[in-house]
């Protein structure tokens, strides 16, 4: 059996293009082991970061918020190999 070293990773805030890129989720070494949660989150909160590009804010419903305010909740699995992260904002 076959295991995807790589998952697709989207975000697609209102008002914001949508973004997916492939990232790595096994080690690249011989026994090919799964990366841990917290290197994933740091992963996803780096896309996340990519996904916003030069805008030092987050503009939900109008309302800006600071990156420093955005707090990774969660990560839904959208198909075999594509996960959409669920962020919370910090008021």
């Not at 209102?14 to 890129?21: A, V």
């Not at 011989?30 to 841990?36: G, H, Y």
């Not at 309302?63 to 959208?78: C, E, M, Q, T």
Request: net charge positive; with cysteine.
């Amino acid at each position: 059996m076959s295991i995807s070293t790589k998952a697709m990773i989207r975000f697609n805030p209102e008002g914001y293009p949508p973004y997916s890129r492939q990232v790595a989720v096994r080690r690249s070494t011989r026994t090919a082991e799964p990366i841990t949660r917290g290197k994933l989150a740091k992963t996803v909160a780096q896309e996340i970061k990519t996904a916003l590009g030069d805008r030092p804010e987050l503009v939900v419903n109008g309302y800006p918020f600071s990156l420093d305010n955005i707090f990774l909740w969660r990560l839904h699995r959208v198909s075999k190999g594509s996960w959409q992260p669920d962020i919370y904002v910090l008021c």
